[in-house]
């Protein structure tokens, strides 16, 4: 996947009733899409009156689980040090320490739970034995190409379960031995037969090999020369509404639709410079999870 710069947190938000008139900003229009389907609604302006206004309702606790912490004045060098502890770091740890290596991972905050929402194919999951943490399947996706083209993908698409993706690997983690730190790794020295990092608690650890798991925004890559990384930008919401047009066995993977937008010249022809899609996945006919995103 090329490098994800996604600016909007992906908001867990419950709204009794969001805003499916047409949307007052150009990066969201979540419903009003002129679904085909019989009843094409219309709802109120919520009295949140535009999505991009809405705050989370809390903040994500961290997970229930006692992880084995590396021990200051324990010298022992380790085989490998991973630093961060997102899906990569935590799987990385899980599976090379599987193999009788030791493995410290070192993250600010390990045991936070992760803030986006993640989608996958089943398929590909199921082939790295993670299925049981998928907490919705849909059997077919779509793409709403234009107003008039729809392709269906017989492929099934799945939300990942982040706390209990988190917890198994956590608890896989703990139980092949691999050390946890927190804190935030802020160098990292090579020398001929060894590595080693410093952290911003002073901390300094010392390891055969290094992985980066630190996330698009890593600071310890250096490129020859400048490079262009690309980004995404999405906006996320969990909704809650009267109804919705979704199918409830389809994922809807991108919605390039713009009649949505009317006539409206301003809004159409800023749409068609910059487009942007709508992803979306309903949980059933009262939630849908809605994230509008940008690409380049
Ligand atoms: C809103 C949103 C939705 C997304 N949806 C999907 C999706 O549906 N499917 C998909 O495949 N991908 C999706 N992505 C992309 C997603 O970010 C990556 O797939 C995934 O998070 C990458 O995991 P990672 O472990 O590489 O990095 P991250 O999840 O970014 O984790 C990096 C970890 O490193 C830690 N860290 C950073 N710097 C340091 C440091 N200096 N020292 C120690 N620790 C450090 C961080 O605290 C963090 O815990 C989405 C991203 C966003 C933002």
């Given at each position: 996947m090329a490098s994800f710069l996604?600016?909007?947190?992906?908001t867990l938000l419950s709204t009794?009733?969001?805003?499916?008139?047409?949307?007052?900003?150009?990066?969201f229009h979540p419903v009003d899409r002129n679904p085909p389907r019989k009843h094409h609604q219309r709802v109120q302006i919520s009295k949140?009156?535009?999505?991009?206004d809405l705050e989370p309702k809390s903040k994500p606790e961290p997970v229930d689980f006692d992880v084995p912490w590396f021990d200051p004045a324990d010298r022992r060098r380790f085989d490998v040090i991973v630093i961060g502890a997102g899906p990569a770091g935590l799987r990385l740890a899980e599976q090379v320490s599987g193999r009788g290596i030791k493995v410290c991972c070192l993250d600010p905050s390990p045991l936070s739970m992760w803030p986006n929402n993640y989608g996958v194919w089943v398929d590909e999951f199921e082939s790295l034995g993670l299925e049981d943490c998928l907490d919705k399947t849909w059997p077919m996706t779509c793409v709403?190409?234009?107003?008039?083209k729809t392709k269906y993908l017989d492929r099934a698409y799945g939300r990942v379960g982040r706390k209990e993706l988190k917890l198994k690997l956590l608890s896989d983690c703990a139980a092949n031995g691999v050390k946890f730190h927190k804190s935030k790794v802020w160098k990292v020295e090579h020398e001929e037969f060894e590595s080693s990092i410093a952290c911003d608690d002073g901390t300094e650890l010392k390891a055969s090999l290094i992985v980066d798991a630190s996330g698009f925004r890593s600071s310890f890559i250096e490129y020859d020369k400048p490079r262009n990384h690309g980004y995404q930008i999405a906006h996320g919401i969990l909704a809650e509404v009267d109804q919705h047009p979704f199918d409830l066995d389809k994922m809807v993977l991108m919605d390039w639709r713009d009649s949505h937008l009317g006539n409206e010249p301003y809004l159409r022809a800023s749409n068609s410079r910059l487009p942007t899609f709508l992803y979306a996945m309903p949980f059933d006919s009262n939630l849908v999870f809605l994230e509008e995103n940008l690409s380049r």
């Open positions: 996604r600016l909007s947190p992906p009794s009733r969001p805003c499916l008139s047409p949307a007052k900003t150009p990066f949140f009156g535009s999505f991009l709403y190409i234009n107003d008039t």
